[in-house]
């Protein structure tokens, strides 16, 4: 019944969103918000327990049409906020995969912020160019998806589309279309990062440990972490190279992927008794010529998070498996 709640009451969301002049416009909490005391755990540690969201209009990438505007007016900001509600609710008609504005809402708005994207260094706000490595491995994955015309097996179809990992988990956590909210737990020694999308858990290690040797990965990496006063610094690395970087795909090329080399730091420094910082720096030399990060604002929301039943998996999956089988030679 929650559930239900929440999804049909974010269509009145949406609509009383775009309607309002006075729409909440964050005033990018990483560009320098207040020193604010959290409250301690048991153990001595800033809380950043519950349940949160990273729901945004702001793209990853900035859009082309707004080259060299690193910051919105207030004004502005708003009439993109009010421009993709619109999209989101002038679905066509004979698009019948599901209405976008039911499924992929929430029973709370979306606060824009100030910048023009979640990218703040390079200053352009664009992911920095492939090495001439990464080049020519984007060429030869889109070589091979060209030559895959015929479903050979399971393994041939994407992590995504299997139900494994949408890549939204991270590191960095950058937004998915829909369902973007996650639950922090913690123990003395770990913080566990729980997201709806697509049922994945983080464990972040406190205890000192170091990472792993590289031929130990994860498609997420693997992460231990330490405090700087109230900011929880999260260092990953020991990935995979079938690491992609999926968040909402109108708002992210959902088509680079790095490799086991990848260096990812995080800082989640808290704001409010209801917003926090997020920051992050990803590297990696085989991949990009040069490092990026990209800051945005995680706030909280009433939870809980749901089981994601993702039914590309539970069916559709082995309905393509079995229409390849039967396809003509």
């Not at 049922?199 to 205890?207: E, K, P, S």
């Not at 994601?308 to 390849?324: K, Q, T, V």
Request: aromatic content about 8%; overall charge negative.
């Amino acid at each position: 019944m929650c559930l239900e709640i929440r999804y049909r009451s974010s269509a009145v969301c949406l609509l009383a969103l775009a309607c309002s002049s006075n729409a909440a416009v964050a005033q990018s909490a990483y560009k320098g918000a207040e020193h604010w005391m959290p409250a301690l755990t048991a153990d001595g540690q800033p809380n950043i327990q519950g349940d949160w969201t990273n729901d945004t209009y702001t793209p990853l990438e900035r859009p082309a049409e707004l080259a060299g505007k690193e910051f919105f007016t207030r004004e502005e900001a708003l009439a993109f906020e009010k421009s993709r509600t619109d999209r989101l609710e002038a679905q066509s008609a004979d698009d019948i995969h599901y209405d976008d504005a039911i499924w992929q809402a929430e029973n709370y708005g979306k606060v824009t912020n100030l910048r023009t994207s979640l990218i703040v260094e390079p200053r352009d706000g664009k992911v920095p160019p492939l090495t001439p490595a990464g080049k020519a491995r984007y060429a030869q994955q889109l070589a091979a998806q060209r030559a895959a015309k015929v479903t050979t097996g399971a393994t041939s179809r994407s992590l995504a589309e299997r139900c494994i990992s949408w890549g939204n988990v991270g590191p960095p956590m950058v937004p998915p279309t829909y369902s973007a909210n996650l639950e922090i737990l913690q123990t003395s020694d770990a913080v566990i990062i729980r997201h709806e999308l697509m049922h994945d858990v983080r464990i972040v290690y406190l205890d000192g440990r170091p990472h792993p040797g590289a031929d130990v990965q994860w498609l997420a990496g693997h992460s231990i972490g330490r405090w700087e006063g109230t900011t929880l610094v999260v260092d990953t690395t020991n990935f995979t190279d079938k690491t992609n970087f999926r968040g909402s795909p109108q708002n992210t090329r959902q088509d680079i992927f790095a490799t086991e080399h990848m260096h990812v730091v995080e800082r989640f420094t808290p704001a409010s008794a209801d917003t926090m910082r997020y920051e992050f720096t990803v590297d990696d030399p085989a991949t990009w010529t040069s490092p990026w990060s990209g800051a945005m604002e995680i706030r909280r929301t009433d939870g809980p998070i749901y089981e994601y039943a993702c039914h590309e998996g539970n069916y559709g999956l082995a309905n393509i498996l079995r229409g390849a089988a039967a396809a003509p030679r």
